[in-house]
């Protein structure tokens, strides 16, 4: 496993009440610069569109869930490779 993720940090879908939500869109590429706290991906349920953002900031290490890919809370969106000192 490359160093880069074991030290990489988890995009968790997040509990939103309506099980499971479907990954609609991803705003960030991979090996693009993420910040803490911006929207990286918007996943729906229903008629209702929920944005999931950030853990950290860092670089965009990998997308695990694909646009139209159903999901349940807890499970694991994609990763973020921290920048240290940012």
């Given amino acids: 496993m490359p160093a880069e993720t074991t030290h990489a940090v988890p995009v968790i ?24 706290g911006d929207r990286i991906v918007e996943v729906s349920a229903g008629a209702a569109t929920f944005d999931v953002a950030a853990p950290v900031t860092g670089r965009l290490l990998e997308q695990r869930a694909l646009p139209r890919d159903r999901l349940q809370p807890g499970q694991v969106l994609g990763l973020v490779t921290p920048n240290p000192g940012s």
């Fill in 13 to 36: 879908m997040p509990a939103i009440g309506i099980e499971p939500a479907v990954v609609s869109v991803w705003f960030a590429e991979p090996g693009e610069l993420v910040y803490e």
